[in-house]
């Protein structure tokens, strides 16, 4: 993936900038989530912004890689892919193979997200068994090694702990050389951060976190500071790691009172009832105004791409405040690309 010292041609477009890119989960669409899904891709090009992306859970909502590869053969421009594809739910050859494919029939626009995965519901829901973070963790750093190999110029073959291949040999392969840009989900501090430093092109932050920690904007600081360590020892140049940010669910609309009416329709039962606990910070709902404050908060805080989530795909009126009224307001930091 990334080699030391170098910058994607992906990172060094938006390093110096505040960008923006959709990402969109229609489980609470409540008719033909499919088609809102892929009109939600075909509005975020015409919109201007610079990737859409969809989740990756398999067993309890539409599959991303059909959908993406629909959008693929239907939009021209915008760069697609998933925060984050799971490394437990589809062996590396796959998706290595899923990948290239994908990468080819866009002409070269996949950006390849990565995770460990955390919803040990929908392991089980899948056959799997859901071990610790630990061995998640060291199973993503085989599922990258595979996933190159499978690139390679001569058949891979690998054994593992946790993945095994002979002679493994994807081809075509992507598009973009060397490799499709690699995004790595997480802000473990010890493992994950360090792996984003030695193998990826972006980071992926969240300001919730389901291990119960800190969930504010000094604690995405600090989580930079700490990928900005691991850079530093590997001597890599930090800027060469593009450092984006997922947001849970956004709702926009344009006065107090609409957002109000937004998340009585969306939450019925309230939103504290459904997002407690760690997941107090998931829904990011207020108007343009307040989004943008929210944005360039995090911003200073040295973040420079936002993939924004809505939760309803026929949410027009979000997407369309997001890049209307809420991206053309957010300003690079005096600090950014240093």
């Known amino acids: 993936m990334s080699q030391h010292g170098s910058v994607s041609s992906w990172v060094e477009a938006h390093c110096n900038r505040v960008s923006f890119a959709l990402q969109v989960f229609p489980n609470d669409t409540k008719s033909d989530p499919a088609r809102h899904l892929l009109a939600a891709g075909r509005l975020a090009e015409a919109l201007g912004f610079d990737a859409f992306f969809m989740g990756d859970h398999p067993a309890w909502g539409l599959e991303g890689w059909l959908h993406l590869a629909a959008l693929?053969?239907?939009t021209t421009r915008i760069r697609l892919g998933s925060i984050v594809?799971?490394?437990y739910y589809r062996h590396p050859v796959l998706t290595a193979r899923l990948a290239?494919?994908?990468d080819n029939l866009s002409e070269g626009r996949l950006i390849l997200g990565l995770g460990i995965g955390w919803d040990a519901n929908e392991f089980a829901n899948l056959g799997l068994p859901f071990p610790?973070?630990?061995?998640?963790?060291e199973a993503l750093e085989e599922a990258i090694t595979v996933i190159q190999g499978a690139w390679g110029e001569e058949p891979f073959t690998y054994t593992g702990r946790y993945?095994?291949?002979?002679?493994a040999h994807v081809t075509?392969?992507?598009l973009q050389r060397p490799t499709p840009p690699l995004l790595i989900a997480g802000g473990g501090e010890q493992v994950t951060l360090r792996q984003v430093a030695q193998y990826a092109d972006a980071c992926n932050l969240v300001s919730f976190d389901l291990a119960g920690g800190t969930d504010t904007v000094e604690g995405i600081r600090h989580k930079l500071g700490v990928l900005k360590q691991h850079c530093d020892a590997l001597d890599r140049p930090f800027d060469s790691v593009l450092r984006t940010h997922m947001t849970g669910w956004l709702i926009l609309a344009e006065n107090k009172a609409e957002v109000q009416a937004k998340l009585k329709r969306y939450f019925p039962e309230g939103l504290e009832q459904r997002y407690a606990g760690p997941w107090r910070s998931f829904v990011v709902a207020g108007t343009p105004e307040e989004a943008v404050a929210y944005y360039q908060e995090l911003v200073e805080a040295g973040l420079q791409y936002f993939v924004v989530e809505t939760l309803d795909a026929a949410d027009e009126e979000t997407i369309r405040l997001l890049a209307e009224q809420v991206v053309p307001q957010v300003r690079p930091s005096r600090s950014m690309g240093s």
Do not use: S
């Open 85 to 87: 594809n799971c490394v």
């Open 163 to 167: 993945f095994q291949t002979q002679g």
């Open 100 to 102: 290239a494919d994908l």
């Open 132 to 137: 610790p973070a630990r061995e998640r963790q």
């Open 172 to 174: 075509p392969p992507p």
């Open 72 to 74: 693929a053969v239907t």
